[in-house]
């Protein structure tokens, strides 16, 4: 159907062409379309939610482990035709992107510098925000109120000295976050001999510690500092 030329964009173009399906081509135009709509997230709209039976169920899980081992397989092609140079690049980015804080403050920045050198070795021009930015998204809860102080007044510093604040205000807190994994479930207490707006309170152990750093941080020279400088 044309489009009426009255309600066009002037500064739109416009080309009408049509498409003649016949048995011979509309097998590639349907999976195509299909290709297409499933990109935008649309194809089940156009088709509707539509009733599998079990052998269709274990054939879609098929081809999904079919497809995953696909992608494995062209994945390991493309690094074995990469370059020396293209290579180290990828695995330095892909080091530096997929750590994660899984220990202690301590042991996780010896992991973030290792893998900063690596980038640094692969002449990576990452930008020192864009570090700082990745590195406070892997952070536990318990550095919420640090990751707010950086992401104020924080972000130009140099990387190596974003880390060294990293170093300082876990040592000064005695933050030690343990994998979920791994970490013990805190023993019952009593709220015998608590304070009243204690005894009742329904906050977690981390919720609680974390608005201690909080205060403690706040209360502390260097954010003082922080804020006069803000304001001059």
């Known amino acids: 159907m044309p489009l009426d030329p009255t309600n066009q964009d002037p500064n739109m173009t416009t080309q009408d062409w049509s498409i003649y399906l016949n048995t011979e081509n509309y097998a590639t135009w349907s999976f195509l379309m299909q290709a297409k709509l499933a990109k935008i997230g649309a194809l089940q709209v156009v088709v509707g939610p539509q009733p599998k039976t079990e052998e269709e169920k274990n054939a879609q899980k098929l081809n999904k482990q079919a497809n995953t081992a696909l992608g494995q397989k062209?994945?390991?092609?493309?690094?074995?035709?990469?370059?020396?140079?293209?290579?180290?690049?990828?695995?330095?980015?892909?080091?530096?992107?997929?750590?994660?804080?899984?220990?202690?403050?301590?042991?996780?920045?010896?992991?973030?510098?290792a893998a900063n050198q690596r980038l640094v070795a692969a002449k990576i021009t990452l930008d020192a925000q864009v570090k700082t930015l990745l590195t406070?998204?892997?952070?536990?809860?318990?550095?919420?109120?640090?990751?707010?102080?950086?992401?104020?007044g924080c972000l130009q510093e140099s990387f190596t000295s974003f880390l060294k604040r990293?170093?300082?205000?876990?040592?000064?807190?005695?933050?030690?976050?343990?994998?979920?994994?791994a970490k013990p479930k805190p023993p019952a207490t009593s709220t015998k001999g608590k304070p009243a707006a204690l005894a009742h309170h329904t906050f977690t152990e981390e919720q609680i510690e974390a608005e201690y750093n909080f205060q403690q941080m706040i209360t502390s020279l260097e954010f003082k500092k922080l804020q006069l400088n803000q304001h001059l």
């Open 74 to 113: 062209a994945y390991i092609e493309l690094l074995e035709k990469m370059d020396e140079t293209h290579l180290a690049l990828t695995l330095a980015l892909t080091k530096f992107i997929s750590l994660e804080y899984t220990k202690s403050t301590l042991s996780f920045l010896s992991d973030i510098r």
């Open 136 to 152: 406070l998204q892997k952070l536990p809860l318990l550095f919420i109120s640090f990751c707010e102080v950086i992401s104020v």
């Open 166 to 181: 990293l170093e300082n205000d876990a040592e000064k807190n005695k933050i030690k976050v343990i994998a979920k994994s």
